[in-house]
């Protein structure tokens, strides 16, 4: 029952995340089915519900509409082969470098990314945008379609309130006799089994160059969101996952839907949730739900083409709402200047670039303002050291981004002949810590003084060593 429960709610955002990338609905439904099933079967956190995800959709439209499918789908096959290295290289656990202020401004890209790739069902099959009647029955029923995601958690959460509000839209506008477009009328779900597809490309390096950009990309995008899935499970039922098993799993699942002509995918955070609150705790619930949405196209495709793209439209609206962080907002006038900077940088660079590159242009932010931050703590104390000499004792810790400041805290021109630096609260991180030891030591040797360095711990004193530094006791 769990994964009938899952399934449903698979469905519908299969077929919207694939009109979002100028793709067959078809396409959406075959990629939720195989990765959903894959997944669960061979990856790493059993519960967890992966499938055709709005984040790796929007990633590739430029590459859809300028290329067509075909070479979205060797896209799909190199992402995966670059997913399934990651797994078995074991880089998995890089996701926790990734700061919360990054994932905020993340999650709010991707939201306002989501929203507008809706626009596109508001624009007329001839060009241009609804106008008077056509545009109103549009926006009337995609209300509708929210307002029963919204409400119906508040009477019931045995049926997926955007399955709910998908039916009852299609009925109001059956019953009704409602002119409005459908998903037929963009593409024809023929429902059949998925068949073994080799993608009719010319197999050159012009091929590679033109795909590899978004297959790294997308790679990137469907691995960062599986991961922050993963972690978000794991606290949720107590127990630890394998993110390096999932990555490869999520990499073969991609390689198997692109050879059977579906849609990349990643684990969902909405499918996941709800498969987690309905009692899936196990390989057989994701299983199952994919096993199930195959079934849906093979018996029901007559069905689905029958579904106002007003209700996708609505239901893709919610899923918008839903994603973007509005707490981070009045957050903003709170957090660190640094915090908020890499929030709205983040969620900039999502909007206009890519989520992998806002995602890499964050982490580089914190990183460079948590440097900025941390050398300011470098301090040092003057005393005289005995037979007429100087101490300075060291305090925090001397890494690239301290060097300059380490400098200035000494005064060579006025320090009598000897010298010492005291690192018993100190450590040296890095080789630019190092070279600046060693610069220290050139400038008070051209004023004819000595700069013994004394109490490294054994750590930097062998690193000192080893690239040859200053003398150490």
């Not at 089994?193 to 950009?213: E, Y």
């Not at 059977?260 to 499918?271: E, R």
């Amino acid at each position: 029952m769990v994964g009938l429960t899952t399934s449903f709610a698979l469905v519908p955002e299969a077929m919207a995340f694939a009109l979002v990338a100028h793709l067959n609905p078809l396409m959406g439904l075959y990629g939720a089915a195989i990765i959903a099933a894959l997944t669960a079967a061979w990856g790493g956190r059993p519960g967890m519900i992966s499938g055709a995800a709005g984040s790796m959709a929007v990633v590739i439209v430029a590459l859809v509409v300028q290329h067509g499918s075909e070479y979205f789908l060797v896209t799909v096959l190199l992402g995966g082969v670059i997913q399934l290295l990651f797994g078995l290289l074991r880089l998995g656990k890089l996701v926790r470098m990734i700061p919360h202020p990054v994932m905020l401004g993340f999650v709010n890209g991707l939201a306002i990314v989501i929203a507008g790739s809706q626009l596109e069902h508001l624009r007329a099959p001839g060009g241009g945008w609804l106008e008077g009647q056509t545009l109103y029955l549009m926006l009337g029923l995609a209300l509708i379609a929210m307002l029963v995601v919204y409400l119906l958690p508040r009477l019931t959460r045995a049926v997926p309130s955007a399955l709910a509000s998908i039916v009852i839209v299609s009925l109001i506008a059956q019953l009704f006799g409602l002119h409005t477009r459908t998903v037929g009328d963009i593409a024809l779900i023929k429902g059949g089994l998925p068949l073994l597809h080799w993608p009719h490309v010319p197999w050159t390096l012009d091929t590679l160059k033109i795909v590899f950009p978004y297959a790294l990309v997308m790679a990137l995008v469907g691995l960062l969101e599986t991961l922050l899935t993963l972690n978000l499970v794991d606290e949720i039922t107590s127990s630890e996952g394998q993110p390096n098993r999932e990555c490869v799993a999520l990499g073969i699942a991609n390689v198997a839907s692109g050879l059977l002509g579906g849609m990349g995918g990643c684990a969902m955070i909405g499918q996941t949730m709800i498969n987690l609150t309905s009692g899936g705790r196990t390989r057989l619930s994701g299983i199952t739900a994919g096993v199930l949405v195959m079934c849906f196209v093979l018996f029901l495709s007559p069905l689905i083409e029958r579904i106002p793209l007003a209700a996708l439209f609505g239901v893709m609206l919610v899923v918008a709402q839903k994603t973007f962080a509005w707490g981070s907002l009045p957050l903003l006038r709170r957090l660190p200047v640094a915090d908020a900077i890499t929030i709205v940088a983040v969620t900039l660079i999502t909007v206009f670039t890519n989520l992998a590159t806002a995602v890499l242009c964050g982490v580089l932010i914190a990183a460079l303002a948590f440097a900025w931050k941390h050398a300011d703590r470098l301090s040092v104390t003057r005393e005289d050291a005995g037979n007429g000499g100087r101490r300075y004792r060291l305090q925090g810790t001397v890494y690239f981004a301290a060097t300059t400041r380490l400098q200035a805290m000494f005064d060579i021109e006025n320090d009598p002949t000897h010298v010492e630096l005291d690192c018993s609260d100190a450590h040296l991180d890095d080789h630019s810590a190092i070279e600046a030891i060693e610069s220290l030591r050139r400038r008070y040797t051209q004023q004819g003084k000595q700069l013994h360095v004394i109490h490294l711990n054994d750590d930097c004193e062998a690193l000192l060593k080893r690239v040859g530094g200053a003398e150490a006791h």
